[in-house]
């Protein structure tokens, strides 16, 4: 059995309150160490100076090793032996930062740190030696398969009675030259038969054309996508043509913020106000018949000093009131893709020092962008969007 002995003599000298910051850092590694120990009396069999017929191997000595942690740099003593190898269970080859402060540094680096800043806050964290870019880098390789794990997970366990699609347009660096240029970030967002809204996809491309936006909602299908029965989106044509595609048997809800953006384009500036109010004023209504007889006062009172603006609501009634039909709890939720321009938000903060996406000389995608506009999605995606309703949304059903 292994041979316990007492750790006061060794600690004696920070107990007494004069260096009560080595204290912590020194019993970490005094207990890792003991545990070091411990297993390798396990793995030969045999404690100090113990001879028994279970005994595996000798020791050889020891070589020092640092490991980064949350309370500092530790030195800790590896044991040699004179055949074979031995390596505890606590450390992992070829690393030297602990799992948790792993973690950190993940965390902080897809929050937008970069890499240099990285090493300050390491240090800041009680590391004297620091940490590379280089290894930042290699530490943040384990993104890739989170990012691979959220753009692929399976959507057939749930149904998704309301379905939010928007875009926003991040800069990013394309061909030999590394040019900065402006691409599009394609997300969604889907309501689940319990109330919440979940992250359901991003794609990254160089427009919003139709074909772009039906690759996008086509791997979503592939993926499980079912039960849509409405769809909340702007106006923009590429992404109608591949509604009316993809999405067939699907109410398609035009989005009231872009459209009164929509509609001021079609009114002078002096009236603009006016025109803003009166179309608030539509959706303040209590009922859906309220609501649809406001709309055309509206339009009849446009009609003789803003003919364009009053055709523009006439046509686009239908669609921009496409909540109507829906359960009058949700209408607030479901009249806009407002419930997006935060995820939106997230995204263009967090791909901060690391375009979205970048391209390499090699043309291939650089991983970073792609992690951190992932990991902004998810981030988003845990809070209630809707009320239960005994349980069941009832858009679900």
């Given at each position: ?32 160490q003991q545990l070091i120990e411990l297993e390798l009396a396990a793995f030969l069999g045999a404690d100090w100076h113990e001879c028994t017929e279970e005994r595996l191997g000798h020791r050889n000595g020891y070589r ?100 939010y699609l928007d875009a926003t347009y991040l800069n990013g660096r394309l061909g030999k030259a590394m040019q900065v240029c402006s691409r599009a970030a394609v997300v969604a967002m889907g309501v689940n038969a319990d ?123 239908e669609d921009v009131l496409a909540f109507r039909h829906f359960p009058k709890d949700h209408w607030r939720k479901i009249w806009s893709t407002n419930l997006l321009e935060r995820v939106n938000e997230e995204i263009k ?49």
């Amino acid at each position: 059995m292994p041979k316990n002995h007492c750790a006061a003599p060794e600690l004696a000298s920070l107990l007494d309150g004069s260096s009560a910051g080595e204290l912590i850092p020194e019993l970490s590694r005094y207990g890792l160490q003991q545990l070091i120990e411990l297993e390798l009396a396990a793995f030969l069999g045999a404690d100090w100076h113990e001879c028994t017929e279970e005994r595996l191997g000798h020791r050889n000595g020891y070589r020092s090793r640092t490991l980064t942690t949350q309370v500092g740099d530790l030195v800790l003593q590896i044991p040699k032996l004179r055949s074979g190898s031995f390596l505890p269970s606590i450390l992992e080859p070829r690393r030297r930062v602990e799992q948790a402060l792993y973690a950190v540094i993940m965390e902080a680096y897809i929050g937008g740190v970069s890499t240099r800043k990285v090493d300050a806050l390491v240090g800041a964290l009680g590391s004297q030696s620091g940490i590379s870019k280089s290894q930042v880098s290699r530490i943040c390789q384990d993104i890739d398969q989170q990012v691979q794990a959220f753009l692929s997970w399976p959507l057939e366990s749930s149904s998704y009675a309301y379905v939010y699609l928007d875009a926003t347009y991040l800069n990013g660096r394309l061909g030999k030259a590394m040019q900065v240029c402006s691409r599009a970030a394609v997300v969604a967002m889907g309501v689940n038969a319990d109330g919440r809204r979940e992250l359901l996809g991003i794609k990254v491309g160089d427009s919003e054309s139709e074909t772009f936006w039906a690759e996008f909602i086509s791997h979503l299908k592939e993926r499980g996508l079912a039960g849509v029965k409405l769809v909340i989106s702007d106006a923009h044509a590429g992404l109608r043509k591949a509604i009316r595609r993809q999405l067939q048997g699907c109410v398609w809800q035009r989005c009231r913020v872009h459209f009164a953006r929509n509609l001021l384009q079609c009114v002078p500036k002096a009236h603009q106000g006016m025109v803003t109010a009166a179309l608030r004023s539509v959706f303040a209504q209590e009922g859906a018949a309220e609501i649809e007889s406001r709309w055309d006062d509206l339009a009849a009172s446009l009609a003789e000093r803003l003919p364009k603006a009053a055709a523009l609501m006439h046509e686009a009634k239908e669609d921009v009131l496409a909540f109507r039909h829906f359960p009058k709890d949700h209408w607030r939720k479901i009249w806009s893709t407002n419930l997006l321009e935060r995820v939106n938000e997230e995204i263009k903060r967090r791909k901060g020092c690391r375009h979205l996406p970048q391209r390499r000389r090699d043309h291939t995608p650089c991983r970073g962008g792609a992690a951190g506009a992932a990991r902004a999605l998810a981030a988003g995606g845990s809070p209630h969007v809707l009320r239960r309703e005994h349980g069941r949304h009832p858009g679900a059903g």
